[in-house]
């Protein structure tokens, strides 16, 4: 089932649970507005390549849509439409006044250099500038991008339309990003993690981790889960698998990987099978890389008591239903990698405003928002009767559907 398919599922089994009429339904699963453009630049050769963009606004009901844009291979339309519907969803969930969206380029950037990257997002801008805004759709980054690539579409769009630092989050500090931004998705897994294992009696501390993924998300949540006590057991990345059962040295991790560009190599752990990550002996999984790897093939032998997704739709519904019945515990995306987007509207509020917090206030906000976030989630649990992942999708679904209706919308 492909991520568009899956996140459509939930949509219907949580409407089903609030007994949303069909014609509201309906509504609130078309997208807004879907743009596709092409982007032609020269190259550093001289010669010229084509490449295609997407926009999906999926929904603006509660405030200006907001979604990343990625710069990967495989981008295209399911795919951004699935990410820009679980957007909408993910800001309603974090109480956040956003709507969704989401975007990318198919491209393989590794094969790009800057120059051509900065040419490739120049003209996406250009293509796109008159359709996002500050108070209609805000992008950020996403897999392939980073605060460089929202510095170029700062400056493109300010050419049309004046200065205007609020169009983008994720920016570098320089240009009014805010700080904690980098550290915000994966500090947003810790909250999370702790707010769920305070559920169950139990503590970060002496608990046995497994991170897939150690880009910026895995990363962080592993120092971070780390500093608090956690032993991280197990981590893969692109470039191999490690592990080590007494727990591995994640600062002495984070300094080779900055230097060899990837995990592999690193000597304080035994190198292993990538995809016997998901199923390593441990008490939590975080799968913090790319979507649909966790499935049927592999989730009975998953040995995790809880999983934490960090990444979005990593969890196929067929693995769902496996791990239920295991009775695995899972926090889904929605919720658990809510805190990159809440951090991003710290930094459009920031902007808006023109006045800088300082990191402590917004680590302290952050915490604030992911608390508040789990004990409503599990309200909707208790309303309905469900798991998490139907407790966060009712969550969402009523907040964006109750502003459908007082809008007048939803008849």
């Known amino acids: 089932m492909n991520a568009l398919a899956a996140t459509n599922r939930n949509f219907k089994l949580a409407s089903r649970l609030l007994g949303l009429d069909s014609k509201l339904e309906k509504s609130l699963l078309i997208p807004f507005r879907e743009i596709k453009v092409e982007c032609t630049i020269p190259k550093d050769d001289g010669t010229l390549a084509s490449f295609v963009g997407f926009r999906v606004q999926h929904d603006n009901a509660r405030g200006p849509m907001k979604g990343g844009i990625r710069y990967h291979p495989e981008v295209e339309p399911d795919e951004v439409n699935a990410l820009a519907q679980l957007m909408t969803w993910k800001t309603a969930v974090a109480k956040i006044p956003y709507g969704g969206a989401k975007g990318g380029i198919g491209c393989d950037p590794s094969q790009l250099s800057i120059s051509e990257l900065e040419r490739l997002t120049r003209v996406f801008t250009q293509k796109i500038h008159d359709l996002i805004g500050i108070h209609t759709d805000v992008p950020a980054p996403d897999m392939g991008t980073g605060p460089q690539t929202m510095a170029w579409i700062l400056d493109e769009y300010s050419k049309f339309h004046g200065h205007s630092p609020a169009v983008v989050t994720g920016k570098p500090i320089d240009l009014g990003g805010s700080l904690g931004r980098d550290a915000a998705t994966g500090r947003g897994v810790l909250f999370a993690t702790e707010a769920l294992l305070n559920e169950h009696g139990k503590s970060i501390s002496g608990q046995r981790f497994a991170i897939q993924g150690f880009g910026n998300v895995g990363s962080w949540a592993a120092k971070l889960i780390s500093e608090k006590g956690g032993k991280i057991v197990a981590v893969c990345d692109v470039t ?172």
């Open 240 to 411: 191999g698998a490690i592990k080590n059962m007494n727990g591995i040295d994640i600062l002495s991790l984070l300094e080779h990987a900055e230097e060899n560009k990837g995990i592999k190599g690193f000597d304080g752990a035994d190198s292993t099978d990538p995809d016997s990550i998901l199923v390593e002996d441990c008490d939590i999984l975080v799968p913090a890389a790319l979507g649909g790897v966790i499935n049927r093939q592999n989730a009975n032998e998953i040995k995790a008591k809880f999983i934490i997704e960090g990444a979005n739709h990593p969890t196929d519904p067929e693995a769902d239903e496996i791990l239920k019945k295991k009775g695995v515990v899972i926090l889904p995306d929605i919720y658990a990698n809510s805190g990159g987007v809440t951090v991003s509207y710290f930094e459009w509020v920031q902007n808006i405003q023109g006045f800088m917090w300082d990191e402590e206030k917004v680590n302290k906000e952050l915490k604030t928002y992911m608390t508040r976030g789990f004990k409503d989630l599990k309200e909707m649990c208790m309303t309905h009767s469900c798991d998490l992942r139907m407790g966060a999708f009712t969550l969402g679904i009523n907040r964006v559907a109750q502003a459908t209706i007082i809008r007048g919308w939803g008849s």
